[in-house]
T-cell receptor, first 113, second 113 residues
Framework: LAKTTQPISMDSYEGQEVNITCSHNNIATNDYITWYQQFPSQGPRFIIQGYKTKVTNEVASLFIPADRKSSTLSLPRVSLSDTAVYYCLVGDPRYSSASKIIFGSGTRLSIRP | DAGITQSPRHKVTETGTPVTLRCHQTENHRYMYWYRQDPGHGLRLIHYSYGVKDTDKGEVSDGYSVSRSKTEDFLLTLESATSSQTSVYFC????????????FGSGTRLTVV
């Protein structure tokens, strides 16, 4: 099982770029990296997914180095509404069974005015 | 999220009583999951289902049972509720054909007194 390690918490200010790094040293060849966002009293919400190099969507960018042992979620110009917990997951989409997917404790991001 | 609903949203029950939580989806996704979320533990998998009448245990399955008689419904039962089962319960769905991504419900806050 590919376990992930993230910082427990991070603080930043509105308008700044925030980068959250996730370590996954034992990532398998077929594993993808997926990030979720969770607001209080809500379920986690899919943000972005990638396999290698860089992926960008309207919300975030995901940077994955060549060895794939880590990944960085980048949130451009954060606002107060980006205050949430962010989870990094690693798994093989061919095996959607959650027994192979582990949610860690996530990174609690706090954005200040 | 649209396509997945949990009921009830809140419930208070007494120790020793049976409790059933319901997850209903309209996405026709094959996989359904039950997670619990507690402070300091992130999301932990209780049970999951990979098809009608096909279920398997997750990492914290003791004291819980599940049933899936229809594609759209996944029930979680606490046979005899205990205070340690006070938690927020999330249901999630996924579809391997659609890539690796979960859609979560809004959660059920269960309090066992």
């Amino acid at each position: 099982l590919a376990k992930t390690t993230q910082p427990i918490s991070m603080d930043s200010y509105e308008g700044q770029e925030v980068n959250i790094t996730c370590s996954h040293n034992n990532i398998a060849t077929n594993d993808y990296i997926t990030w979720y966002q969770q607001f209080p009293s809500q379920g986690p919400r899919f943000i972005i997914q990638g396999y290698k190099t860089k992926v960008t969507n309207e919300v975030a960018s995901l940077f994955i180095p060549a060895d794939r042992k880590s990944s960085t979620l980048s949130l451009p110009r954060v606002s107060l509404s980006d205050t949430a917990v962010y989870y990094c997951l690693v798994g093989d989409p061919r095996y959607s069974s959650a027994s192979k997917i582990i949610f860690g404790s996530g990174t609690r991001l706090s954005i200040r005015p | 999220d649209a396509g997945i609903t949990q009921s009830p949203r809140h419930k208070v029950t007494e120790t020793g009583t049976p409790v059933t939580l319901r997850c209903h989806q309209t996405e026709n996704h094959r996989y359904m999951y039950w997670y619990r979320q507690d402070p300091g533990h992130g999301l932990r998998l209780i049970h999951y289902s990979y098809g009608v009448k096909d279920t398997d245990k997750g990492e914290v399955s003791d004291g819980y049972s599940v049933s899936r008689s229809k594609t759209e419904d996944f029930l979680l039962t606490l046979e005899s509720a205990t205070s340690s089962q006070t938690s927020v319960y999330f249901c999630a769905i996924s579809d391997p054909a659609g890539g690796f991504g979960y859609t979560f419900g809004s959660g059920t806050r269960l309090t066992v007194v």
